[in-house]
């Protein structure tokens, strides 16, 4: 639909084709890769109290984004408008650059930690490139409890204990 409203070209159709398939591959790219990180991150980071008001930060901020995007785009490539054609690719490759720079510096890697490890973490202002070799004091400490109780309840369990025996039919013996 794009190519046959397009201006005429003096290169053909071509560039158009190699738009198409470029702005394919990112979307494709950046919704099943970038986009879902956003409401991961937004679950996972923040303290529990949090939470939920970061998640719809975070939708509110990515939905207004992609209206942004959508409502701009066919300003900047629109011959009789901006008429920027390709070059309007410059803008999503420097936003692009920046988001994947933030992303590696200073989101951390939080694989195999659970959410009261990674809030130790962030109060322990732990920077982001050592989270994954910190060790959380808080909740080894708890993990050490937890195994000495259940080693008590075990030892408990274990011990001889005084049996009974059950009567249903008891004699009363004069004395």
């Known amino acids: 639909m794009s190519l046959r409203h397009a ?3 003096p290169f053909g159709r071509q560039p158009g084709i190699g738009l198409i398939v470029v702005t394919s591959v990112f979307l494709f790219g ?3 890769g970038l986009e879902p990180y956003v409401y ?4 996972e980071m923040p303290a529990r109290n949090l939470r939920a008001y970061t998640m719809g930060l975070s939708a509110t901020t990515s ?7 959508a409502f701009t785009t066919p300003y900047f490539i629109n011959p009789s408008e901006l008429n920027r ?3 309007y690719g410059y803008i999503w490759f420097a936003s692009g650059t920046i988001v994947c720079v933030f992303v590696y510096f200073m989101l951390p890697e939080v694989r195999g930690r659970t959410l009261e490890e990674i809030d130790e973490m962030f109060r322990m202002g732990v920077a ?3 989270f994954p070799t910190y060790v959380c004091v808080e909740v080894e400490e708890a993990r050490e409890r937890a195994t000495m109780n259940v080693m008590a309840l075990n030892k408990l ?3 001889d204990k005084p049996t009974g ?6 004699r009363e013996i004069k004395a």
Do not use: I, Y
């Open 63 to 69: 939905f207004a984004f992609a209206w942004l995007a």
């Open 128 to 130: 982001t490139k050592d």
């Open 40 to 43: 991961l991150v937004a679950d």
């Open 85 to 87: 054609g390709p070059k």
């Open 30 to 32: 950046f919704n099943f």
């Open 165 to 170: 025996e059950q009567v249903e039919h008891a």
């Open 157 to 159: 369990a274990d011990e």
């Open 7 to 9: 201006r005429r070209s």
